[in-house]
């Protein structure tokens, strides 16, 4: 069998031999009408030979820790303290030398942890509710480098949550990308990109792929830019890469984003920020400005009124506030009522907490002024006047009270576009627009609300106090410094609550 495929082999030659060799076909020249190629073939010999003989990369695996502190109550309700570690890798390259430092860009969710844990911001292997106490970044080899002694430390610059970019610096010289910046807007699809990076953390490696969608708006969460998509295959560790497109005009690369997402049900998805978005925080330092607000208006006498008249002729004027349902009651003299519930509402029917908030005399002084505030439980509401509230509960009730207002006027705005948001494609959007922020406003406030329950759980009326019944403060208020008490005093009977502020505040329960 092994002779006779020889001798087939042999044969084969012997015929090839005796025709004419035709010439060689020429390689197919690279489609290059725009900016960029669609094929390596058009990356110059020199800037090939560049790359091949390049001894330092100027991309660098970015180690980022932080340490968190926990608290917990023992068996004898004495307080514990545990410090959980915790690290991530991702890619930075280098771009400039100025001042004796080095600046490198990466991703804003490389280098930064969140304050506190929670569910709208998690940390793998760290419980809900655990605070950051220590944070650090440098240049490691790869995940594996735990001789800290060369490496090389690292701090911030600037950081932009929108863009999902940052600047970070090094006072040691690192040698820096020897390419241009490119134009992001000019990429197509089907233009090859270069991706240089450290996947997973464990090595540097360069995947290539082409652009398969030239653009993609990215709204997720915080991030607020523009993308443009891939097929290189990338993964974790490698979030902070250089982009790089092939320059028609010079054949040399050019650094046209910066990797930081991918599509999590793709196989091939990944997302890329535009470099022309970053130019100012890469040249000057400066972080874009913050995004507009879909649907967010000032908070004038004209929102006011707005939130004003649809709590009036609504029969529902309910709006979500984090985790907890809210509620805006209109009165005759102007003054509007926040109520904010417990997370099983409507099954229980009382207010945490009530707050009054007053019309003010010109328009010029924005939308209200803080009122009357009732703390609220199941035996009723309980005032809580200004005299007894110290200066860090009255600055929380302020917080409090401009959240339930913004999120007052945002889903009302939604509420209002839904029946005419299918009558064109600009209603459409619109209405789609002012979801995904009420979504991002909900996840947002989830903590405030969670500050409120807190709050009425500390200040509510106990059995030795006064309670005023719901109807009372929402439908029939009584002027300040009048209590109805749920003991049948008559109206108009001042009362003072049996214990102080600070008296309750004993009664917080353990673990809050």
């Keep these: 069998m092994v002779g006779w495929m020889v001798g087939l082999s042999v044969m084969a030659v012997s015929l090839t031999a005796t025709e004419a060799e035709p010439l060689p076909s020429p390689p197919p020249a690279p489609y290059c009408e725009g900016e960029y190629a669609d094929s390596y073939a058009a990356l110059s010999p020199k800037a090939r030979a560049f790359e091949q003989a390049m001894q330092k990369k100027y991309t660098y695996c970015v180690r980022s820790t932080a340490v968190y502190e926990c608290l917990s109550y023992g068996a004898e309700g004495n307080v514990r303290r545990t410090r959980t570690p915790v690290s991530a890798h991702g890619t930075a390259f280098a771009y400039r030398q100025q001042a004796g430092e080095t600046l490198l860009l990466t991703n804003e969710h490389v280098v930064e942890w969140p304050d506190v844990t929670s569910d709208a911001h998690p940390v ?6 655990c605070k950051r106490v220590k944070d650090g970044l440098s240049i490691v080899e790869n995940e594996a480098d735990h001789y800290d002694r060369d490496d090389v430390p690292l701090s911030k ?5 929108q863009l999902d970019l940052a600047v970070i610096k090094s006072k040691a010289p690192l040698t ?3 390419w241009k910046v490119g134009k992001s807007a000019a990429v197509r699809e089907r233009d090859v990109v270069d991706v240089r990076g450290f996947p ?12 398969i969608s030239a653009y993609d708006r990215d ?10 998509v891939i097929d290189a295959l990338l993964s974790q560790g490698n979030s902070g890469s250089p982009v790089l497109a092939i320059s028609c ?4 690369f050019e650094l046209v984003g910066v990797y930081h997402a991918g599509y999590s049900r793709g196989s091939a998805l990944n997302v890329v920020v535009g470099i022309d978005q970053a ?9 874009t400005p913050k995004r507009p607000q879909e649907g967010s208006t000032p908070l004038d006498a004209l929102a006011r009124a707005r939130v004003a008249k649809r709590a009036e002729v609504s ?33 229980r029917v009382h207010p945490l907490i009530v707050m009054e908030d007053l019309p003010v005399a010109s328009t010029d002084e924005g939308f209200g002024k803080v009122g009357r505030v009732w703390f609220g439980g199941e035996r009723g509401l309980l005032e809580r006047p200004r005299a007894e509230q110290d200066a860090e509960l009255q600055q929380q009730l302020a917080r409090l009270l401009d959240a339930l207002r913004r999120d007052a006027t945002l889903a009302f705005s939604y509420q209002d576009s839904l029946p005419g948001s299918d009558e064109s494609r600009q209603t459409f959007d619109t209405s789609a627009r002012l979801g995904k922020t009420l979504e991002r406003t909900i996840v947002a406030h989830r903590d405030l609300s969670d500050t409120a329950a807190e709050l009425a759980d500390r200040f509510a009326p106990d059995a030795t106090e006064p309670a005023t019944r719901t109807e009372s403060v929402l439908k029939n208020p009584l002027p300040p410094g009048i209590h109805l008490g749920l003991t049948g005093e008559p109206a108009g009977q001042t009362r003072q609550p049996a214990k102080s502020a600070q008296g309750k505040a004993a009664r917080t329960p353990a673990g809050r």
Excluded: C, I
């Design 200 to 211: 997973l953390g464990v090595f540097n490696a360069t995947n290539m792929g082409k652009v």
């Design 124 to 129: 793998d292997g760290v419980p809900s509710g």
């Design 249 to 252: 005009k010079t054949g040399e």
């Design 279 to 287: 130019r100012e925080l890469m040249t000057n330092l400066r972080r």
């Design 176 to 178: 820096v990308m020897p």
């Design 219 to 228: 709204e997720y969460k915080e991030w607020y830019h523009d993308d443009f």
């Design 157 to 161: 610059a600037v950081v932009d949550p």
């Design 315 to 347: 029969a529902t004027p309910f709006f979500p506030f984090g985790s907890r349902t809210a509620a805006v009651f209109p009165r005759a003299d102007g003054t509007l009522l926040f109520a904010l519930y417990e997370q099983d509402f409507p099954r």
